[in-house]
């Protein structure tokens, strides 16, 4: 008799035991359908962003054309300088948090890599270059060394 009662014992510690492991694998598996949505969620809002910024360019003729100037590096008015700069800047602030949104897992290696290509071609213009070699100490190291990378090797010198 004494035999059944361990095997008893053992047979509910076994089902306790799966048990547990069920619960971790379901607790692994929601984790990772948390993951999926928070980077659908930012893929969202960051898409929003960039398409925010060229909607105002494209909307505003006077804008789309001081803004090519700008960065074709052609003179511009005082307004149009300032115009331009805080321009850059919001693009700038965007990539921040797409180059975040990467470093913490939620942007895929895929998609930033395009955006990587966009921004060389961004930086290599000569007006948002200069933008940048102004204001590239107001931002986070990591971004920084990123951007230092796509411009020219001798571009904020």
Same mark, same amino acid.
């Given at each position: 008799?004494?035999?059944?009662?361990?095997?008893? $014992?053992? +047979?509910? @510690?076994?089902? &306790?035991?799966? $048990?547990?492991?069920?619960?971790?694998?379901?607790?692994?598996?929601?984790?990772?359908?948390? *993951?999926?949505?928070?980077?659908?969620?930012?893929?969202?809002?960051?898409?929003? $962003?960039?398409? !925010?910024?060229?909607?105002?360019?494209?909307?505003?003729?006077?804008? +789309?054309?001081?803004?090519?100037?700008?960065?074709?590096? !052609? =003179?511009?008015? =005082?307004?149009?300088? $300032?115009?331009?700069?805080?321009?850059?800047? +919001?693009?700038?602030?965007?990539?921040?948090?797409?180059?975040?949104?990467?470093?913490? @897992?939620?942007?895929? =290696?895929?998609?930033?890599?395009?955006? *990587?290509?966009?921004?060389? *071609?961004?930086?290599?213009?000569?007006?948002?270059?200069?933008?940048?070699? &102004?204001? *590239?100490?107001?931002?986070?190291?990591?971004?920084?060394?990123?951007?230092?990378?796509?411009?020219?090797?001798?571009?904020?010198?």
């Amino acid at each position: 008799m004494k035999t059944n009662k361990i095997d008893v $014992g053992q +047979s509910i @510690g076994i089902l &306790a035991n799966i $048990g547990v492991l069920a619960g971790i694998f379901l607790l692994v598996y929601e984790l990772n359908q948390n *993951r999926l949505m928070m980077q659908a969620q930012t893929r969202t809002v960051l898409a929003q $962003g960039a398409t !925010d910024v060229l909607y105002r360019l494209s909307a505003d003729n006077d804008m +789309s054309e001081f803004w090519n100037r700008g960065n074709a590096g !052609d =003179e511009l008015t =005082e307004a149009e300088a $300032g115009r331009f700069t805080r321009l850059v800047l +919001s693009q700038l602030r965007y990539q921040e948090n797409v180059h975040y949104q990467y470093r913490t @897992g939620l942007y895929d =290696e895929i998609e930033f890599a395009a955006q *990587r290509e966009a921004w060389r *071609r961004a930086y290599n213009t000569p007006g948002a270059a200069q933008v940048w070699c &102004a204001v *590239r100490m107001s931002f986070s190291p990591e971004f920084a060394a990123e951007i230092n990378e796509l411009l020219r090797a001798d571009e904020c010198r």
